[in-house]
């Protein structure tokens, strides 16, 4: 899959992160995680958790629902990437959530 139309999440955090001028150390020190984790979450070798996107829009100055938005988009896409049915998925799931939502 071509992923070089869209940002990930990495690369939001990344651009927030030098966009608010803080070293790589200082915002996984905030996060209390290693600096390298926090690289291999900006370059999309690891995924952070939901508390770590929270914590992130908060250290970076950015609206948290926009960045679970993309948060839970990479996610999504990472599960159903290489399945022939991704597309057919994503339509029932959407008529599901429609129907839980109505039903909330």
């Known amino acids: 899959m071509d992923t070089k139309h869209f940002k990930s999440t990495g690369d939001i955090l990344r651009k ?60 999504i896409l990472h599960t159903i990437t290489n399945d022939d049915l991704a597309k057919d998925a994503l339509k029932v799931a959407e008529k599901k959530l429609e129907i839980y939502l109505k039903e909330k």
Do not use: F, M, W
Not at 34 to 54: A, H, V, W
Not at 64 to 70: A, D, F, P, T
């Open 16 to 75: 927030l992160r030098i966009k608010n001028k803080l070293p790589l150390r200082k915002v996984a020190a905030l996060l209390d995680i290693d600096q390298s984790y926090l690289s291999k979450i900006e370059r999309g070798i690891k995924n952070p958790s939901e508390d770590q996107i929270i914590k992130l829009a908060n250290i970076l100055k950015t609206n948290v629902k926009e960045l679970l938005i993309h948060y839970y988009s990479d996610n």
